[in-house]
Nanobody, 123 residues
Framework: QVQLVESGGGSVQAGGSLRLSCVASGYTSCMAWFRQGSGSEREGVAT????????SYAGSVKGRVNISRDNSKSTLYLQMNSLKPEDTGTYYC???????????????????WGQGTQVTVSS
């Protein structure tokens, strides 16, 4: 099973920016970012297709974040701008199983997870 390792989290003030990275140990198709705030369920943030052409975003982050990937480096990115305190949480990189052939936009399809990276936004 592919291993996913996130990095790039940290503490910023509201209005600031962060770029998260996720390195995969092998081939990945659909990829996504999720987050989980304290006391909250894990929620999908953004998805990206295998080739990177098709992306989707949760309404709460649309216009403020950009998901991208560099397949030559096996790396997934999440550029986050205009950060708000409610963006605080642990951010997880995820991918689908090796036999999955459905839509990448389906958050429920993601079953392989990284360990997470913490993002804290102060007001």
């Amino acid at each position: 099973q592919v291993q996913l390792v996130e990095s790039g989290g940290g503490s910023v003030q509201a209005g600031g920016s962060l770029r998260l990275s996720c390195v995969a140990s092998g081939y990945t198709s659909c990829m996504a970012w999720f987050r989980q705030g304290s006391g909250s369920e894990r929620e999908g943030v953004a998805t990206i297709s295998t080739g990177g052409r098709v992306t989707s975003y949760a309404g709460s982050v649309k216009g403020r974040v950009n998901i991208s990937r560099d397949n030559s480096k096996s790396t997934l990115y999440l550029q986050m701008n205009s950060l708000k305190p409610e963006d605080t949480g642990t951010y997880y990189c995820a991918t689908v199983g090796s036999t999955y052939n459905g839509y990448c936009q389906l958050f429920a399809a993601y079953t392989v997870w990284g360990q997470g990276t913490q993002v804290t936004v102060s007001s």
